[in-house]
């Protein structure tokens, strides 16, 4: 009997060929609109980046490998991976930008839509509040025999 794949990491051929370039083009517009959060508040970075990892996990291994190996967004992705977990502070610090923006939205944008960023913020705080936190790692303690 064959040894399965991790649910979170099937086999490109597992899925239907026809879907590949659906995949591909999810990841990719994924990864684009994680870019531009980088420049736009409203717009989180990290999930992109992971909806892009694993829209490529199922439509292109060389895909998936340039992002798990990239040197910005490797890490993020392979922790996630790992640990199914967010750090306190990376929650924290969203939750801040995320309140930020919505203020934000709300001076700019006409009145009618003012409230659909703080109600897309509000479902992001919240799945990402229910999420494992993950404690800082502890620096390894200094000998004290020494």
Request: glycine share 4%; charged share 15%; with cysteine.
């Amino acid at each position: 009997m064959a040894a399965m794949a991790p649910p979170d990491s099937p086999t490109i051929t597992a899925h239907k060929r026809w879907m590949r370039p659906l995949w591909l083009l999810a990841g990719a517009v994924a990864l684009a609109l994680g870019v531009l959060g980088i420049f736009l508040p409203l717009l989180p970075t990290t999930p992109f980046v992971l909806l892009a990892a694993w829209c490529f996990s199922r439509g292109s291994a060389r895909w998936e490998r340039w992002v798990l190996h990239h040197p910005r967004w490797g890490p993020m992705v392979r922790d996630w991976r790992a640990t199914r977990a967010i750090p306190l502070r990376a929650k924290q610090f969203a939750f801040v930008m995320m309140a930020a923006s919505s203020a934000w939205a709300a001076w700019v944008i006409p009145s009618a839509w003012r409230v659909v960023p703080a109600l897309c913020c509000s479902c992001v705080a919240v799945w990402m509040w229910r999420q494992p936190t993950r404690r800082p790692r502890e620096a390894s303690s200094p000998n004290p025999s020494s």
